[in-house]
C-alpha cells in the first residue's frame, strides 16, 4: 500500500457521507469471538487495516474466519492456545483483548506486548490488577506476559481510572468465571455496551455496561450470535468536524447524535451551522468561527480520540482556542505538524493554545498516529496548494475507505 495521502486543498466539499462501524466496537468484538463455541458473524465490519491485524491473530490461532464484503463470520470450534508471538501483535494496542479473552475461554495467555499508536505512556496495569484479582498469576519476561489460573473466580474490581481496555478486558475474563465479578468506577463508552450485548447475545450474563458499576455473573458456556456493530461515533465526529472546516453542505449519515453531544455542543459553540437529525448530522458552510475552550475526558466528556481533528478546525476559529487534554497528556504530535502548514499552536503542559485563524498551506507532513493523520487531512483540504501526508498506514487503520468517502465530497485526494 502507497504510504503516502496527496491532497490539492482549496475545494468545497458538498454531498452525503456514510459513516461505518465502529473501530474501537470492532477492535474489541472480534477477539471477544474467540469465547464462543460457535460461530459468531459479525455484520458491517469496517474495512479498517486493524481488523485486517485481527484476522491474521484469528488465523494464527486456527480459528476459521470467512469475509464476504462487510460480512465476517468467525469459527472459533477448533481454536488452539498458541503463544502469541506473531508481528500483528505489534501492530495495534488491541491486541491486547486476547488476553482477556484467551485468559476467560483458556485459563492461559501468553502474548508479547501490544503496539498501537504512540500517545506517551500507555500501561496495562489496570487489566492486569482486574486478572489477578479473578485469581490469574502475571508474569512479564523478555517482553512477553504470561497470564495463568488453576481457575478464575469473580471478585470486586474498583478501576483507578475508567479505562476503556481494562473495563472490556475484564469482562471478557470474567464471563467464564466461577460467581460473580463487579466492575466499580467502570468506563461507559458506547463501545463497551456493544461488547457487553455481543456477549450476552452469545449467553452471558452482564448488567450494568454503560453505567460505572458492570456485574458480570460467570457461566460454563457461550454459543455463537450474530451481531451488528454500532456506528463509530469517532470517525463521524472527524466528518463532522471536516464539514465544518471545509463544506458547502455535507450530510453525514449512520450517526448516533447521542454519543457525540459533547462534540456538538462545543461545535455549536463555536458557530458551526449544522441541523441534528435522528440519525444523520447535516453541516453547512458557517459564516465565522469562534475560539473555545474544550478538555478531554472519559466518555461522555469529549473524546481525547477527536481533539486532534478538532484542533485542525480551531485553526481556523476567530481568537485563541485552548485544548486541554487529560487522557493523553502527551497527544500533541499533530500540532507540530500543524505549525509546519501555517498554524499557530503553542504546547505547554498537557494543553494546546490555538491562535487564530491562520491561513493554512500545503506542506509535507507526518501522520504520527491516527487521528494526527486524521487532523492533517482536514489541513491539507484547508490548505492552499499540495499536502503530502506521509505514513498514511496510520490512517487505513481506522478509517473505512476515506479517500473514496471524501473524493465522493469532491475532494481532491489521492
Ligand atoms: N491507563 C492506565 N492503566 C491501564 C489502562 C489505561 O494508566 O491499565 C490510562 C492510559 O494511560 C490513559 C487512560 O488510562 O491515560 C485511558 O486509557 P484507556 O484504557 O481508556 O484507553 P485504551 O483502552 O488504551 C481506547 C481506545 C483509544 C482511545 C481511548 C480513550 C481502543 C483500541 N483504543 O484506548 O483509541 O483514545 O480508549 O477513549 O479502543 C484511537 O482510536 O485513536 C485510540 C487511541
Known amino acids: 500500500m502507497d504510504d503516502n495521502i496527496k491532497i490539492q486543498g482549496g475545494h468545497k466539499l458538498n454531498g452525503e457521507v456514510h459513516i461505518s462501524s465502529a473501530k474501537n466496537a470492532a477492535v474489541a468484538l472480534v477477539p471477544a469471538a474467540v469465547l464462543a463455541s460457535h460461530v459468531v458473524t459479525f455484520l458491517d465490519i469496517p474495512n479498517i487495516s486493524d481488523i ?163 456485574t458480570i455473573d460467570g457461566i460454563m458456556k457461550l454459543g455463537g450470535c450474530v451481531h451488528e456493530i454500532i456506528p463509530d461515533r469517532i470517525e463521524a465526529g472527524t466528518y463532522i468536524i471536516l464539514a465544518a472546516a471545509c463544506g458547502e453542505h455535507v450530510k453525514i449519515n449512520n450517526v448516533i447524535p447521542q454519543h457525540l453531544e459533547a462534540l456538538l455542543s462545543k461545535l455549536q459553540e463555536m458557530g458551526v451551522n449544522m441541523e441534528i437529525g435522528s440519525d444523520y448530522v447535516e453541516v453547512f458552510e458557517s459564516r465565522e468561527l469562534r475560539a473555545i475552550d474544550v478538555k478531554t475526558l472519559p466518555y461522555p466528556g469529549l473524546a481525547t480520540d477527536l481533539q486532534q481533528p478538532l484542533t485542525a478546525l480551531l485553526t481556523q476559529a476567530i481568537g485563541i482556542s485552548k485544548v486541554t487534554e487529560t487522557i493523553y497528556p502527551e497527544r500533541f504530535k499533530h500540532c507540530h505538524e500543524l505549525n509546519k502548514m501555517g498554524a499557530d499552536i503553542e504546547i505547554y503542559n498537557g494543553q494546546s493554545i490555538i491562535n487564530g485563524p491562520t491561513p493554512l498551506h500545503g506542506d509535507v507532513v507526518t501522520a504520527t498516529d491516527l487521528r494526527c493523520g486524521a487532523s492533517l487531512i482536514i489541513a491539507g483540504l484547508l490548505s492552499d496548494g499540495e499536502t503530502i501526508i506521509k505514513d498514511a498506514y496510520h490512517i487505513y487503520r481506522g478509517y473505512d475507505s476515506i479517500k473514496e468517502k471524501l473524493k465522493a465530497l469532491g475532494a481532491c485526494i489521492e
Request: aromatic share 8%; net charge negative; glycine share 8%.
Open 52 to 214: 485486517d491485524s485481527l484476522v491474521q491473530l484469528l488465523e494464527f490461532l486456527n480459528v476459521k474466519v470467512y469475509r464476504r464484503q462487510d460480512t465476517l463470520v468467525i469459527d472459533p470450534s477448533e481454536i488452539q492456545n498458541k503463544m502469541m508471538n506473531h508481528e500483528a501483535v505489534s501492530k495495534l494496542r488491541a491486541s491486547y483483548y486476547f488476553l482477556g479473552a484467551l485468559l476467560g475461554r483458556f485459563k492461559e495467555v501468553k502474548m508479547k506486548m501490544p503496539g498501537g499508536c504512540d500517545l506517551g505512556p500507555r500501561p496495562i496495569n489496570l487489566h492486569l490488577k482486574g486478572f489477578e484479582a479473578l485469581g490469574a498469576t502475571v508474569d512479564y519476561e523478555n517482553g512477553y506476559y504470561t497470564i495463568k489460573a488453576e481457575e478464575l473466580v469473580g471478585n470486586n474490581i474498583y478501576l483507578d481510572f475508567a479505562s476503556v481496555g481494562a473495563t472490556i478486558n475484564i469482562m471478557m475474563a470474567a464471563v467464564y468465571a466461577k460467581g460473580r465479578t463487579v466492575i466499580e468506577n467502570a468506563a461507559k463508552e458506547p463501545e463497551i455496551i456493544d461488547v457487553a450485548t455481543l456477549l450476552n447475545k452469545m449467553g452471558a450474563e452482564i448488567r450494568g455496561a454503560g453505567t460505572d458499576t458492570i
